[in-house]
T-cell receptor, first 113, second 110 residues
C-alpha cells in the first residue's frame, strides 16, 4: 500500500546530541511537511517542501533543519536537542497544492534525556 | 487572522449519541476545511473535508456542516461509538499549509 513511513518510531537522544529523523513516501507527492506535536496540542508546522522549494515557518527555531534529497525522502535534523524538543514529529505529504489533502505518517516519538 | 478556533476542548458522549465539535475561522481566503482524527500514538488521519461551495457533506456517520456567512463549520458524529474515542482536529487552508484547531478529545462511553 502507498503510504508515508517514518523511521524510527521511537528515538531517544541526549541533551545536545544531534539527531536525524527520516520520512519516506510511496505516494509520489510533490509536497512534504514536518510537524512537531506536543502532548494534547495540535500539530505545529515546522517547514515544508514544494518539490525542491523549501519553505520555513517564521517561528521554527534554527536548531531544526531539513533535507529533501529526492521526491521520496525527507529528513529532519535537530542539531542540538533541548528538553523542550521532546515531542512527536509527524511527516505528511500532499499531492500538489499546499491545501490538498495531507497524508500523515505514524510519527516519531523523540525523547531527550 | 490565521487562527482556527475549536470547541469544546473535550467532550464525553454516551454510546449512540451525537457528538458535535465546532470550529470558527476569520480568514475569508480559506477554501478547504478538513477534519482529522487522531488516536493516541498515531498520526492524524483525514476523516472528511468540505469546500465552501456546499453547506453540508456526509460520509457515513460523519457530517460536516458549513456556514460561510458565519465563518463556522462543525463535525457531527451520529450514533457515536466507543471506537470513535479519539482527538479530532479541524483545519483550514487557502493556498497555504493547513492551519489546525487545538483539538477536541472525544470520549464515547458505553
Amino acid at each position: 500500500d502507498a503510504m508515508v513511513i517514518q523511521n524510527p518510531r521511537y528515538q531517544v537522544t541526549q541533551f545536545g546530541k544531534p539527531v536525524t529523523l527520516s520520512c519516506s513516501q510511496t505516494l509520489n507527492h510533490n509536497v512534504m511537511y514536518w510537524y512537531q506535536q506536543k502532548s494534547s496540542q495540535a500539530p505545529k508546522l515546522l517547514f515544508h517542501y514544494y518539490d525542491k522549494d523549501f519553505n520555513n515557518e517564521a517561528d521554527t527555531p534554527d536548531n531544526f533543519q531539513s533535507r529533501r534529497p529526492n521526491t521520496s525522502f525527507c529528513f529532519l535534523d535537530i542539531r542540538s536537542p533541548g528538553l523542550g524538543d521532546a515531542a512527536m514529529y509527524l511527516c505528511a505529504t500532499s499531492r500538489d497544492r499546499a491545501e490538498d489533502t495531507q497524508y500523515f505518517g505514524p510519527g516519531t516519538r523523540l525523547t531527550v534525556l | 487572522q490565521q487562527q482556527v478556533k475549536q470547541s469544546p476542548q473535550s467532550l464525553i458522549v454516551q454510546k449512540g449519541g451525537i457528538s458535535i465539535i465546532n470550529c470558527a475561522y476569520e480568514n475569508t481566503a480559506f477554501d478547504y476545511f478538513p477534519w482529522y482524527q487522531q488516536f493516541p500514538g498515531k498520526g492524524p488521519a483525514l476523516l472528511i473535508a468540505i469546500r465552501p461551495d456546499v453547506s453540508e457533506k456526509k460520509e457515513g456517520r460523519f457530517t460536516i456542516s458549513f456556514n460561510k456567512s458565519a465563518k463556522q463549520f462543525s463535525l457531527h458524529i451520529m450514533d457515536s461509538q466507543p471506537g470513535d474515542s479519539a482527538t479530532y482536529f479541524c483545519a483550514a487552508s487557502g493556498n497555504t499549509p493547513l492551519v489546525f484547531g487545538k483539538g477536541t478529545r472525544l470520549s464515547v462511553i458505553a
